[in-house]
């Protein structure tokens, strides 16, 4: 048994049900949600072409025989043409900002909000909130899924929030400093900004209140978040989600810490490679594929997410038997192909933490000069590594150069740059800058 760092609570009974119940369930809820999707007319029409109706839909497997939506399915009807409900049953309207300048629209209806709340609550009772804690959401409040997510979540377990939003970082330690939070919810990246601008500013944030924290909205590594917990002092939980499909709260850890609980009872995943979009074995890598099967404004079919992750289907120990999700090892728009080969941000985040000397900031800048492809790696100096000795800097670049080659095997040049040069942001970290 793996001893749990405090009491195991589950919020909902219903994410314990057995296996066979939890099918039941998503079959029942699946016909149903083929049934509503056909409000949408780019299901409507998907749907003929495939020949489903919602009795053709006999078992799970059925799934695959339903269209698959992208991202790009939603931007062709903007701004809210997969609305399946009159435009006053909307209580809500939320956005993902695209490269396009123009965000994707999701809508959610009042129970979808119910839901919502429900879902965030959910893990985050699994990651430790008690109605006792005070929670510090340094989560943007918006458009943007994560504050107003996380927000109802916290309300739902009873514990207190301070709704500080993001930016402006020494606020933020001003705030953590005077109301003694529990918990604290932001990206990882910003809660690294958090540590070092408490440093600057002479507070130690081990000394902080904080002793909990639930990061998602970005891809990270499990080095990072030992170096989190060390720099901070606390417990880090992971949660994912995508506005698309609800936005937090589609999956979350429990106290085993071992994968994120996907919340199968309102969401079915598939695990596709991204390629031939023929389900991977489990544990395997491949893109995941989420069916929102509740949700009443925007029921959404197969949406692929670009995430890649892999899916455990083991029951945990925590008592949930809800499929668990990996760590999203980067996204499929986000992969870098560098002289042929496959490159994930990660890896290179992962390389860094294992060389060791530099802060966690960095910049992967891609290049083709020529023929070849050109990758220079930007990363920021520590204060007590900044060092103006040629051979410990170089000793330092070989260091980073070598573990980039082991984990990814592609050679990069390293720039080591001064400490605090490299842009910071209150919410998602832009690590990638393809020039190609
Ligand atoms: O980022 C929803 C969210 C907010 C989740 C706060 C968790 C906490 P979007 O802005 O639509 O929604 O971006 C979704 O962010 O497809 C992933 O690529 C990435 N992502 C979200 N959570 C994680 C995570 C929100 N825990 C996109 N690990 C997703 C890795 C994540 N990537």
Not at 107 to 124: M, P, Q, S, V
Not at 226 to 244: D, K, M, T
Not at 399 to 412: A, F, H, K, L, W
Request: glycine share 8%; net charge negative.
């Amino acid at each position: 048994m793996t001893e749990f760092p405090f009491e195991n609570r589950i919020w909902d009974e219903a994410e314990c049900l057995s296996r066979d119940e939890l099918n039941a369930l998503q079959l029942a809820r699946l016909q149903d949600c083929v049934a509503r999707a056909a409000q949408v007319s780019f299901y409507r029409e998907a749907f003929a072409q495939a020949k489903v109706t919602p009795e053709s839909i006999k078992s799970l497997d059925d799934v695959r025989r339903l269209p698959m939506t992208t991202k790009d399915d939603l931007r062709d009807h903007y701004p809210l043409g997969f609305l399946a409900v009159p435009r006053s049953d909307i209580a809500r309207v939320h956005g993902s900002s695209g490269t396009t300048g123009k965000p994707t629209f999701v809508a959610y209806t009042a129970a979808d909000l119910e839901l919502w709340a429900n879902l965030c609550a959910r893990f985050l009772v699994a990651g430790g909130l008690r109605p006792e804690h005070v929670a510090h959401v340094a989560f943007g409040y918006g458009l943007f899924t994560g504050g107003f997510g996380l927000h109802y979540g916290i309300e739902r377990v009873g514990a207190s929030i301070v709704p500080a939003a993001a930016g402006n970082t020494p606020r933020h330690i001003m705030l953590i400093q005077d109301l003694e939070p529990d918990v604290l919810i932001c990206t990882p990246s910003y809660a690294l900004q958090i540590a070092e601008v408490a440093q600057s500013m002479g507070q130690d944030p081990r000394e902080l209140s904080l002793q909990f924290a639930h990061f998602g909205g970005e891809p990270w590594t499990e080095d990072m978040r030992v170096q989190i917990e060390e720099e901070l002092g606390l417990l880090a939980f992971n949660n994912y989600g995508l506005s698309e499909v609800i936005g937090p709260g589609v999956s979350g850890e429990c106290a085993a810490r071992d994968g994120m609980h996907i919340q199968e009872d309102h969401f079915i995943v598939e695990c596709l490679d991204p390629e031939s979009l023929e389900p991977v074995e489990d544990y395997a890598f491949g893109e995941l594929v989420f069916t929102a099967i509740t949700k009443e404004a925007m029921p959404i079919i197969r949406y692929r997410t670009r995430d890649i992750a892999a899916i455990d289907p083991c029951p945990c120990e925590c008592g949930r038997n809800t499929v668990r999700m990996s760590r999203v090892m980067g996204r499929t728009d986000d992969m870098l192909i560098i002289r042929g080969v496959n490159v994930f941000p990660s890896q290179i985040e992962e390389a860094l933490l294992r060389a060791g000397g530099t802060a966690p900031h960095y910049q992967i800048v891609v290049e083709r000069p020529g023929a070849l492809d050109e990758v220079t790696l930007r990363v920021e100096m520590r204060p007590e590594t900044f060092s103006d000795k040629m051979s410990q800097m170089q000793a330092l670049r070989d260091n980073i150069d070598r573990e980039v080659m082991s984990i990814t095997g592609v050679r990069v040049h390293v720039e080591l740059v001064e400490p605090q040069t490299l842009e910071r942001s209150p919410g998602k970290a832009k690590r990638v800058f393809d020039n190609r």
